[in-house]
């Protein structure tokens, strides 16, 4: 397992019965999470002190409770610094456990010795785009919402990366990669982070477990001569690391290189174990 184990300012605290206590800066979160299906005693005082609760219906979805927590507030990573709020299904605008891949491909673009151009697909809020762009690469990101896009320039500014060489693309990430092939472009690194299901700004629909090979096909073809690597992070069910090495390999199979896929997580403060976060497929030259 991948590990995320570098953050000064978050931490899972504890974890129990199907939900999570975390550390985000100064405030305190509860939020469920899926794998937490052991159940032990919540005697950590952040349970009762909590600054929010997500609370999960089970008709679906879920709700915020709030206690004493701003509407913004930042964390740091490094050089980078991230705006977060609490906004739907439970999230906060950044997933902690990426920063070990963060600290992966960023170690290999400062090592490249040479310029990196990085595309990155359903780029989120922009946690990879700056990492990227921090370790010296110049970086396109692409994200069919348009305020997802906005919060990633915000996230750049913030971290003093507004002169930084980012394209910011709203566009549907199937369309935007079919055209960039069409307009010979080529990039020496690929990132995407695909959703189980999502709509394009059009109405496009995905589905990953239809649509996920057929890109990643799609995206082969966008790679340079001397490619770098190219990273699949997956929080679905049922990609597996091995789905995700062998997907990558086989249409890679032409560049050479290695594979190698593990789950990623995060350690727990309490008790010492590692909670798992989703898996990522790694292919390197």
Excluded at 133 to 159: F, L, P, R, Y
Excluded at 230 to 235: A, D, G, H, T
Aim: charged share 20%.
């Amino acid at each position: 397992m991948w590990i995320a184990d570098n953050w000064k300012e978050y931490e899972v605290i504890d974890c129990s019965d199907g939900e999570k206590l975390e550390r985000w800066g100064s405030y305190l979160l509860v939020r469920p999470d899926p794998q937490v299906i052991w159940d032990t005693p919540k005697k950590h005082k952040g349970w009762e002190n909590r600054n929010a609760h997500y609370h999960r219906s089970k008709k679906g979805g879920g709700e915020w409770e709030f206690f004493d927590l701003p509407e913004q507030w930042d964390l740091h990573y490094g050089s980078l610094t991230f705006h977060l709020k609490p906004f739907r299904f439970k999230h906060t605008g950044l997933f902690p456990e990426q920063a070990v891949n963060w600290e992966w491909f960023g170690k290999k673009i400062r090592q490249a010795g040479r310029p990196i151009k990085v595309l990155n697909l359903f780029a989120y809020t922009g946690g990879a785009s700056l990492a990227a762009a921090a370790a010296g690469a110049s970086v396109t990101h692409v994200d069919a919402s348009k305020g997802m896009v906005t919060w990633a320039k915000e996230n750049a500014v913030a971290s003093g990366l507004s002169s930084a060489p980012i394209r910011w693309i709203v566009d549907d990430c199937v369309k935007f990669t079919e055209r960039e092939i069409r307009r010979g472009n080529r990039y020496d690194a690929i990132i995407m982070d695909p959703p189980s299901y999502g709509r394009g700004p059009k109405g496009e629909i995905w589905k990953i477990e239809d649509n996920i090979y057929p890109l990643i096909n799609l995206c082969a073809n966008l790679l340079s001569s001397t490619p770098l690597f190219f990273l699949i992070n997956s929080y679905t069910t049922g990609l597996q690391p091995a789905v995700l090495s062998y997907m990558l390999g086989t249409a890679l199979q032409n560049f050479g290189g290695t594979v190698d896929a593990q789950e990623i997580g995060l350690p727990v403060f309490s008790n010492g174990l590692v909670l798992p976060c989703g898996a990522s497929g790694r292919w390197e030259q």
